[in-house]
């Protein structure tokens, strides 16, 4: 008997290529606001990208998530129940359609050795790598990565962990950094044709949410994205949607 769903949903092609819920921003009786992490961001780049004018609420692709019996079709009960931080590279260990590449900082990322074979092109850091070696390698490596593997579609993890001043993330790169990773990663992959999924991922200072959001106007000035765009149009169909607690 088919699967039923409800992640399957008709998307208007007046839409922004952009799916949000107001269930991503984390909030629990005020206490959010004493974390040095910014659990609303995805809102205030919503709110940002409003006052810009560049989007209204009926633009949005509201986001739907995933039941326990939509992950069944894919993953089994045993790997639901062992979620645990690198599940993507051990989901793809020995899947060689999946091509992973992955930029950090080597002194403290991954720290899974085992899910670290599944990376293959590893581009390893320093602490305080700052704009020109992080553009240059991140340039760089995209393009190789492309050489050696054509994909179906490019699925683009687009943290801010590596701002300057990220207790975590280790590196020193610029506001104005992260805005021109975005844009190289767009021009080289849509360059050839390639659809590409981005995702905003870690980063949780106070100003990232401004950061993704002046990210998403130059991609929009530069018609790299945009309903209107010709590098992102797609065809009138039902698209789905996946949403999952964790951002």
Known sequence: MPHSTQLYQHVPETHWPIVYSPRYNITFMGLEKLHPFDAGKWGKVV??????????????????????????????????NELKGNGHERDFMDDKRVY???????????????????????????????????LSKVERNVEKALQEHSPDVVIYNAGTDVL??????????????????????????????IPILMVTSGGY??????????????????????PESPNVSSQNSDTPLLSSSVP
Not at 105 to 133: C, M, S
């Open 47 to 80: 709110n940002y990208l409003k006052e810009e004018k560049l989007l209204s609420d009926g633009m949005l692709v509201e986001a739907r998530e995933a039941s326990e019996e939509d992950l069944l079709v894919v993953h089994t009960r045993r790997y639901l």
């Open 100 to 134: 992973i590449m992955d930029v950090y900082n080597r002194h403290i990322y991954p720290g899974d050795r085992f899910a670290k074979q599944a990376i293959r092109r590893k581009v390893e850091l320093d602490w305080g790598t700052e704009d020109d070696e992080y």
């Open 164 to 193: 300057e001043g990220d207790r975590l993330g280790g590196l020193a790169i610029s506001p104005g950094g992260i805005v021109k990773r975005d844009e190289l990663v767009f021009r080289v992959v849509r360059g050839q044709q």
């Open 205 to 226: 200072q106070k100003r990232t949410a401004r950061i993704i959001a002046d990210s998403i106007l130059n991609l929009h000035s530069l018609d790299l994205i945009g």
